[in-house]
């Protein structure tokens, strides 16, 4: 936000069902021209105070937010606290036409990275020919979580890296370790052929079925310079096209042949990986998507 020429006032929340933490008085020392909350549940759990918000309108200083849906609840469950957000930025683009369609001032703007995380990391040679690093979807039954059925598709593969703890329970024969932090990750992507990305919604509810869900580490894995294999779907390949990313269709069978047709062309993946990078350094950053926010927001 001070990268984009604005004085920033940070209040730190203590915990996102703590009342009251943001106060009238906050917002009367402070002047701000903006509210930019974190979560919508800073509304919805009432952390900017009933009064706060009440004064917030009185002034109208515009609340923003930028922000993906929950896959636990149904849009349409929150629309009390939707409607008293005057910008919502939204990380899925299904959400933010849903929104748009209920009358609200709503705008699809994508996740993206931060490069001081996430840079060009490359070993040679490499040590994993495909790797995945996430969790299982915990919130269906097992014979139903796509993730670990699509990686247990791939168990005859010999240099297999699976990262995640509570994927070790739903597979069969594959080794399963943990990870945590920035720099484990960009080290597996540096050391991996193929990047796989499973971008299945964690959910129960039906609302949900057949839709993917963004991950920073469609951002990410590019940002390191390497090849990324995902999901195939129109939100996908407005981002990065064919020449960039390899896709496969939302079956194992998709998933295996574009797993062993990619393993065969190096040269192929070592492009592709190199137009991504640039792609996403010169278009996908956060910077870029505040640039944005805060155009539309002072238009």
């Known amino acids: 936000m001070e990268k984009c020429g604005h004085k920033v006032k940070y209040l730190r929340i203590l915990e996102k069902r703590i009342k009251n933490q943001v106060k009238r008085e906050h917002i009367q020392k402070y002047k701000p ?21 009440c004064y917030i309108k009185s002034k109208k200083i515009p609340i923003a937010l930028y922000a993906t849906f929950d896959p636990e ?38 996740l993206a990275f931060y490069p001081s995380q996430y840079y060009r990391t490359i070993s040679s040679p490499k040590k994993y020919d495909v790797s995945f690093m996430g ?12 993730r670990a059925i699509f990686i247990q598709s791939l168990k005859g593969i ?51 079925m057949n ?26 390949l407005e981002i990065f096209n064919e020449d960039m990313v390899g896709y496969y269709e939302d079956n194992v069978e998709s998933l295996k042949e574009e797993v062993s047709r990619y393993l065969k062309d190096k040269n192929k993946r070592k492009k592709m990986a190199e137009r ?13 998507r505040f640039k944005k926010m805060f155009k539309i927001i002072e238009s």
């Open 211 to 236: 839709m993917y869900h963004f991950k920073n580490r469609f951002f990410e894995v590019p940002a390191t310079g390497n090849f990324l294999l995902t999901g195939k779907c129109s939100d996908f």
């Open 135 to 146: 969790s299982a979807l915990r919130r269906v039954n097992p014979s139903e979580d796509k």
């Open 276 to 288: 991504s990078y640039k792609e996403v350094h010169q278009k996908h950053t956060f910077l870029h």
């Open 33 to 53: 021209d903006l509210v930019f909350i974190y979560t919508p549940y800073y509304i919805t759990y009432k952390v900017l105070s009933d009064d706060a918000i």
């Open 158 to 208: 010999k240099k297999l890296g699976i990262y995640g703890e509570t994927l070790g329970k739903r597979l069969k024969g594959i080794k399963v370790k943990s990870y945590k932090g920035h720099e484990i990750q960009r080290k597996v992507y540096g050391k991996t052929k193929i990047n796989l990305d499973i971008p299945s919604i964690d959910c129960k509810s039906k609302f949900y």
């Open 73 to 110: 609840i149904p849009y349409s469950e929150q629309m009390d606290t939707w409607k008293k957000i005057d910008f919502l930025f939204i990380q899925h683009k299904g959400f933010s036409k849903f929104l748009q369609k209920k009358g609200l001032n709503a705008y699809y703007v994508p």
